[in-house]
């Protein structure tokens, strides 16, 4: 909530301004902390309805996050008091969402909760990974050393993220150009050159007659094409939400070429980076298996890692489970692990795998926009010539003659 302040400074002199706190008494001892002897403070008239409609779109990203684990990090190392840092941090987000949640983490932790415990009070913005790093970081007294490693990891999974974004930016600018020009030219060029080859009385070809019945259907029906196609992607978006859905995508998407490599790799590269961190958080093992399964985004991996965790629990090592998958997890990944497992150091291990998988996600992004880029154009002009040439042909046919 936000509240209207008047108060006296130390030196005597009137401010006034707005403060945002959970309640009327939390406010007061904000102001009290940066010296401000209150006289009028009063609860800020509500928004309108229209700015809470607009209010319900802002969504914390993970960019929100990463920015805000790493300079929490540098502050908390700088022995600046928590509850302060939190405050600091919260007044200069730009993200309403996000600064209000912040707010209420600072007044539970001043309250005397754990910062974890005030954390998991957020699960829109604070992943259970995240939690428990930071719950983990608080019993074994290095949270200074797992917000770094938070801080670290959220920037390495926000820049694959943000590559892989990036990455399609073009092939979908391809598609919308080529989805604009198909629809200009079944509206206008089309329609008026048909026009022109009625008046000619030239037989038309069986490709003439099919794009210009096409044309018209089009034209006409549109709207239910459109609908029909928006439908289908709701739908299928909405299934793939559903358990069915997850287990089809899951085991199905790795199954497409070249595609399916791709989403192989990310996953490998999220299994041992989200493992990694946690190991090295201090979590304990079958607990960190448990956690990265959870978040590793597929639900053929997710059981796989399930299997890991219980054998882990039987006295196996991971590695010995993970290579039973050779076609989830190739033989040299699950060779590292064992090394590691062996050595004592699965998580610098495991970081090493990271740094690998990830320059290969690259290169099989390059690689793929590569084909990808010249295919579609390819594509986009033999779908638009051979729409001119169909009718064209009646035209140029009847000028022969």
Known sequence: MKFNYQARDKKGEVRSGVVEASTEETALQILDRHGLYVTILEQAQKAPILGKRIELFSRISRKDVMVFSRQLAIMFRSQVPLVEALQTIAMQLENEAFRERLQKVSEDVEAGTPLSDALSRHTDAFSSFYINMVKSGE???T???VLGYLADHEEREYDLQSKIKGAFVYPAFVVFIAGAVLFLMMFYVIPNISKIISETGAELPPITRVVMALS?????????????????????????????GKRFWGIYSLKIPMFGSFLRMIYLTRFAENLATLVAGGIPIVQALEITGRIIGNVKYESIVEEAKEGVRRGERISSVLKQYPAEFPPVFTQMMFVGEKSGSLDKVLENVVSFYQKEVERSIEGFLGVL???????????????MVSVLMPLYQSLSF
């Not at 880029?373 to 010539?385: S, T």
């Open 373 to 387: 880029e010249p295919a579609l154009i390819v594509v986009l002009g033999l779908v638009v010539g051979g729409l």
């Open 216 to 244: 018209a259907f089009v034209r006409v029906w549109w709207w239910l094409l459109f609908l029909g196609l928006g439908g289908s992607i709701v739908s299928f978006l909405r299934y793939l939400k559903t358990s069915g």
């Open 143 to 145: 949270l200074s050393d």
């Open 139 to 141: 019993v074994s007294g």
